[in-house]
Structure formats: C-alpha cells, structure tokens
C-alpha cells in the first residue's frame, strides 16, 4: 500500500519495540512516547521504522549502560518524531556499514513527502540524535 492509518503504523512500532524489549538487558533504558491524536491521518507504511531500529542495532552495548528515547508527537497534520541514542561502545567495521537503510529512507522521503518533511541526524562520537518532520496526509 501507497499510505497506511497513522494508528497502524504505530501499533507495529510498539510490536516492534516490545519484541525488542525481550532482548534488552537490564542496563537498558528505553522510553518511547507517543503524544497527540493518530486516528483520521496516514503515513507511508515502514518509513519511520528503520530510525528506531537503528538505535536498537547501533545504540545498545551490553557492557554499559545505554538508552533509546523515542518521541513521536502529533499535532494537527504534523508529526515530529525524535530518536535518540548513545553511540555502541562496540564499533562497527566501516566495511560492513553501508548505510544503505538511511539512504533509501530519505529517498523515500523524497518521494512520497517531497518539500513536505525535514530530516535532521546530529552526530557526534558519543550520540546520534535524529529528527524526523513530516506534513501528514
């Protein structure tokens, strides 16, 4: 499908975090918030998904302890989404990291929300901070 309910999206979120939180050890924070009404709006199906799972494969080290803040915040026919996460102690092999999820996420954007969306990702060598504005259907 083109677009799917706001709503469903966001129950396969939940799915998809509450799988996760059965993996997550104890030195795992995660907050995840959804504010404002969802029900009458639609969004393209899984493009929001690929951030959060980002934080979960690239922000969790079992050795310390780390956090996934997820805020997704709909007002009117905006939606604001944050993710937020500390980088993994554990490196990733820059041979092995293609990226390629991020870039096929914003050309989706690009497509489906052109003009209609920002992406912020804010990086350093301890956070990854992405926020994710898109003018709703």
């Known amino acids: 499908q083109e677009y799917?309910?706001?709503?469903?999206?966001l129950?396969?979120?939940k799915d998809y975090i509450a799988l996760q939180k059965l993996?997550?050890?104890?030195?795992?924070?995660?907050?995840?918030?959804?504010?404002g009404e969802p029900f009458g709006k639609a969004i393209a199906p899984l493009i929001l998904i690929p951030f959060i799972e980002?934080?979960?494969?690239?922000?969790i080290n079992p050795d310390t302890e780390s956090y996934i803040h997820i805020d997704i915040l709909i007002e009117n026919q905006t939606l604001k989404m944050?993710?937020?996460n500390p980088k993994a102690a554990t490196e990733v092999d820059e041979a092995l990291k293609t990226e390629e999820g991020l870039k096929n996420t914003q050309r989706r954007l690009d497509l489906m929300y052109a003009g209609k969306y920002t992406l912020t990702v804010v990086e350093d060598e301890k956070t990854y901070d992405v926020t994710l504005k898109i003018d709703l259907l």
Not at 4 to 9: G, M, W
Not at 25 to 34: H, P, R
């Open 4 to 9: 799917v309910t706001l709503d469903k999206e």
């Open 11 to 13: 129950n396969y979120i």
């Open 23 to 35: 993996r997550l050890d104890q030195n795992v924070s995660l907050v995840f918030k959804v504010e």
């Open 54 to 59: 980002n934080a979960f494969k690239y922000g």
């Open 82 to 84: 944050s993710v937020k």
